[in-house]
């Protein structure tokens, strides 16, 4: 299974000229923590996440309305591709304390959102599965 | 084991006097996403959570520096205590979408916080120590 498999398909994003009051919106509409930035070709322009809004924006001082989002948005961003496994993106996520990685085409476009939540459920379920195979080897083989 | 081995035991708490920018800052330096508050007595008061920055300072337009604590903080906390599981914690957090879950005592002290990573996280290592156990049963034995 790829780490799409794992992932938020339709994951908002929003332009870098966006206001961060803008990305704000699209977030807490979206119910998620993060909000990918992408430019008009939606090739991956940076990510904005609430520890952004936390650090950057609120306890800076600034106006979420009058910030744009190329101001405080984070531009060197990992990202994961369709090759990528679950185990890659974790490993990624625990070592550099990510909780989300946009996972892009070969040319960079955005196809959807990892979150570490959803790497780990996953990751359980998985789990769950091999030892109730392990537990019933005859059954599993039927 | 308890949920409390599964916590942060030393979580950074604020009191309800204090103000949002000071709950922040206290969030920025423990890397945490939430923070407990608590009265003169570490009893329980509510939670407050970067997704409340987010929603209630930030979108909401108010001035972290000018915004007391009690007025944006969450109320009604689910709590869990010394004899909550991890499987009970993990439904909670999972179906309500928390992320975290204050551990208090039987006077509702604040003793841990359980966050919704750490959970998952030692899931993963029980059911990778379960599977290994399952794989080689005799030396699980001796």
Same mark, same amino acid.
């Given at each position: 299974?790829?780490?799409?498999?794992?992932?938020? +398909?339709?994951?908002?994003? !929003?332009?870098? *000229?966006? &206001?961060?009051?803008?990305? #704000?919106?699209?977030?807490? *509409?979206a119910r998620v923590g993060a909000i990918t930035v992408v430019d008009a070709e939606r090739v991956v322009a940076g #990510?904005?996440?609430?520890?952004?809004?936390?650090?950057? !924006?609120?306890?800076?001082?600034?106006?979420?309305a009058r910030t744009p989002l190329a101001d405080v948005m984070t531009r060197a961003v990992e990202l994961a591709t369709e090759a990528t496994t679950d185990s890659e993106a974790l490993t990624v996520m625990l070592t550099r304390h990510y909780r989300h990685l946009p996972v892009v085409d070969a040319q960079g476009r955005l196809?959807?959102?990892?979150? #570490?939540?959803? !790497?780990?459920?996953?990751? !359980?379920? +998985?789990?769950?599965?091999?030892?109730? +195979? +392990?537990?019933?080897? &005859?059954a599993a083989r039927n």
């Open positions: 299974m790829s780490l799409l498999d794992f992932c938020d +398909q339709n994951p908002p994003s !929003v332009a870098p *000229e966006s &206001t961060v009051a803008e990305a #704000i919106r699209l977030m807490l *509409e #990510i904005f996440t609430e520890r952004d809004v936390m650090r950057r !924006v609120a306890y800076a001082g600034l106006d979420p196809l959807g959102m990892a979150s #570490i939540r959803h !790497v780990l459920c996953a990751r !359980v379920d +998985q789990l769950l599965q091999e030892l109730a +195979q +392990q537990k019933a080897p &005859t």
